[in-house]
């Protein structure tokens, strides 16, 4: 893609020259995420989160398979082995500690980078497939995170394993034998244990695949930005490099000092006590619950309590999986001509006042334990979070009328004030 | 058609949510709540008078602390509990040197075999070798001590909320039931008579579900004789022993914090660095006015 003024790769010495003429990385690197790709000048501190959560995404390919070099997915020693990284293992703590906090930090970027889109709504055309990707990508991240934390065979790790691929027993006819299948055999085990490990190893890469193709089409119609308004002429647009590189340096620096508070300072808040006891079968955990990322979801599973036709495990099995395929058909949702929710009176409230409280409820009540009145609460809130996509957000957009819009980014900039120009965009300031 | 579909399927799930909800509101409200005997009686785990040396982001291991910490172990907890993931090499941190660690390794037995015969048989440990368990194996331990396998302690203190606290908590926390009051008032014999500890259990505000296997494991002042000046009474022994049983959990613990400073430290530097280099590079876009 591109617009005309995007600045084109000019290799200047031989050895450049020879790669642009037999394999043009280069010049794929200079349009991806260099001066060859236009960005809109706009783009606040919210759209650093998609360099941050590829940051994150390396950063758990590598810990990992450091760890992968001294882990052992065997029930009788996986526990240990994870000792043995954070005992004898040089650095092998860091590593392990970095991996656990890297995958909760990873999901509190995927999360303001998603609840970004719904508030921008970057779904809309032209970018159904970026969103339609992405949501594939957070589905895969699901799943590897969901088999990483069952790899060091804790209380947790085990229980949480029952529990969640206990989910197919409930489906109908097929649900046992697939559970079965699934784990190769009646309850989490040697053989679950090692095809969690087998597949944890090889779904990043499959991440990293889908990431490439998610960035592939952002880049077909280009970055949206906080207006919502498209680009329509150079002076709305900045070259990625140096000024978004500049940004998402400073944006990176700001969460690695977040993230080593967590990872020096206070490495197992964010676990579960429970997983520094070695899987017990016989033993059941007072509370059994995922990592707090999955929390929305699994208040949404635990809200089911009552037989409608269906067995209510069942409706909390379908609710929980339609919860995050709901996102797939946002594009079509919503019908409003405008983008930004700063532009959308009604939709901002249903915003700020609906989903926002109602995913906080969710969060909250996902943690706690399964008893009243923690659970009428998660009731009312998955009844708001599927009203929320499924019926207000189409009304809303089609009865909605919108504030008045900029013209353009670059109008958006330079304000009401009539008199105000553009600086200098060509070339940023000599250092 | 998408919307209509879409509209029919959050109205569906939303009402059997809300179903849901009526049905256990129903229920909750024709329902007495009962208060629990563990909701009523549990105790949040609390430090000890002094503190611990290692809590905080500057904090450091007291070694004598340590030491004496691992003299209660030996001399009280490793009757029953293991310590699996401890080697007496690892005692070198402590603050001892490797004499005196192989002279300690020495005078613990482990399993092992005759080289000679190849019998299975006794012999004194070494460096390489790890903390011996007290039992030979799971079902001795359990018909040793009614059923209740003493757990594993080497993980204790990050295997329990707030463990550090909460092991001192419960070693010093066994009370007589029957006339123990909560700090409401409310005494325990007399509001849940059923939750009164049955044969070999004993009565723990700080246990979960109040009632433990374990005897009270430091019962006198002076159980054990420290080799320093320290008087052992039964809150410092406890607290000695809640701090080496967090080194054995963590014993990375202080050089992690450490090394934090350090990565801080550069990473502030470097992150206002970035911040610099971005107002200089987005400087010269500033709109301007044209007057």
């Not at chain 1, 003429?21 to 794929?28: C, D, T, V």
């Not at chain 1, 559970?179 to 679950?192: E, K, S, T, V």
């Not at chain 2, 179903?19 to 785990?45: C, D, Q, R």
């Not at chain 2, 963590?250 to 914090?257: D, H, Y």
Request: aromatic share 16%; charged share 15%; glycine share 8%.
């Amino acid at each position: 893609m591109s617009f005309p003024w995007a600045k084109e790769y000019e290799p200047k010495y031989g050895l450049t020259k020879f790669f642009d003429e037999k394999l043009p990385l280069p010049r794929l690197v200079y349009n991806a995420v260099g001066a060859g790709y236009p960005v809109p000048r706009n783009l606040s501190y919210f759209w650093n989160f998609g360099v941050l959560a590829g940051f994150c995404l390396m950063l758990q390919i590598v810990t990992g398979i450091v760890l992968a070099m001294h882990y052992a997915a065997d029930s009788g020693i996986a526990f240990g082995s994870v000792e043995h990284i954070m005992r004898d293992v040089n650095w092998g703590w860091l590593m392990r500690y970095a991996h656990a906090n890297g995958a909760s930090f990873f999901f509190m970027v995927i999360y303001i980078h998603i609840f970004r889109g719904f508030f921008y709504a970057s779904y809309k055309p032209p970018r159904e497939m970026i969103w339609l990707l992405g949501v594939v990508i957070f589905l895969l991240m699901m799943a590897t995170a969901f088999m990483g934390y069952v790899l060091p065979w804790g209380q947790m790790s085990f229980w949480g394993a029952k529990v969640i691929t206990g989910l197919f027993g409930a489906i109908p006819i097929v649900g046992e034998p697939l559970q079965i299948w699934l784990l190769g055999g009646y309850a989490p085990d040697n053989a679950a244990l090692n095809r969690f490990f087998s597949l944890h190893y090889l779904l990043p890469f499959v991440i990293a695949g889908a990431v490439i193709l998610h960035i592939w089409a952002l880049h077909i119609p280009g970055s949206s930005n906080p207006t919502g308004v498209e680009i329509k002429q150079e002076s709305d647009t900045l070259p990625f490099h140096p000024y978004y590189t500049a940004k998402d340096g400073f944006g990176l620096g700001v969460f690695l000092l977040l993230f080593f508070i967590f990872l020096f300072f206070m490495p197992n808040m964010l676990g579960h006590p429970d997983n520094y006891i070695p899987a017990n079968p016989l033993s059941t955990p007072a509370l059994i619950v995922p990592e707090w990322y999955f929390y929305p979801f699994y208040a949404i599973l635990r809200a089911f309590t009552f037989d409608f036709i269906l067995p209510a495990k069942l409706w909390g099995v379908l609710a929980m999986f339609a919860s995050i395929l709901v996102w797939f058909f946002l594009p079509w949702l919503d019908r409003g001509p405008v983008r930004s929710g700063h532009y959308r009176p009604l939709f901002r409230k249903f915003f700020w006042f609906g989903l926002i409280p109602c995913m906080a409820a969710l969060f909250y009540l996902g943690g706690a334990h399964a008893e009243e009145p923690y659970i009428m609460f998660s009731q009312l809130a998955t009844a708001y979070y599927f009203l929320h996509f499924l019926v207000i957000l189409p009304i809303v957009s089609s009865i909605e009328r919108p504030d008045p819009m900029p013209y353009s980014i670059t109008e958006a900039v330079l304000g009401s004030d009539k008199k105000a120009v553009l600086g200098e965009n060509a070339e940023p300031v000599a250092v | 058609m998408i919307r209509l579909v879409g509209i029919l399927v959050g109205l569906g799930f939303a009402l059997v949510a809300l179903i849901s909800f009526v049905a256990g509101f129903i229920t909750w409200s024709n329902e007495e709540a009962e208060e629990t005997a563990e909701h009523a009686f549990h105790m949040e785990a609390h430090a000890p008078a002094d503190g611990f040396d290692f809590e905080g982001p500057l904090g450091n291991w007291d070694v004598a602390q340590l030491q004496r910490g691992y003299q209660v172990y030996k001399e009280v907890c490793a009757a029953c509990h293991s310590l699996d993931y401890v080697a007496f090499r690892n005692l070198e941190e402590l603050g001892y040197s490797e004499e005196q660690v192989k002279a300690e390794a020495e005078s613990w037995l482990v399993p092992g075999i005759n080289p000679d015969t190849g019998e299975a048989m006794s012999r004194a440990g070494m460096l390489t070798d790890y903390f011996p368990s007290p039992y030979p194996n799971d079902v001795a331990a359990a018909a040793a001590n009614n059923n209740a396998i003493p757990p594993d302690l080497s993980l204790m203190t990050k295997a329990r909320h707030d463990g550090s606290n909460y092991v001192y908590s419960l070693l010093t926390g066994y009370n007589d039931p029957a006339t123990y009051t909560n700090e409401a008032g409310e005494g325990f014999a007399e509001r849940f008579p059923d939750s009164m500890p049955g044969t070999g259990l004993y009565f723990n505000p700080y246990f979960a579900n109040l009632n433990l296997a374990m005897a009270p494991p430091l019962t006198a002042d002076g159980q054990v004789t420290y080799s320093d000046e320290t008087e052992a009474t039964v809150e410092q022994m406890a607290a000695d022993v809640a701090a080496f049983l967090t080194w054995t959990a963590e014993p990375k613990l202080i050089a992690r914090k450490q090394t934090g400073w350090w990565v801080l430290a550069f990473t502030l530097f470097a992150t206002i660095l970035a911040w610099f280099a971005k107002k200089q590079v987005w400087a010269g876009l500033k709109p301007k006015r044209e007057d």
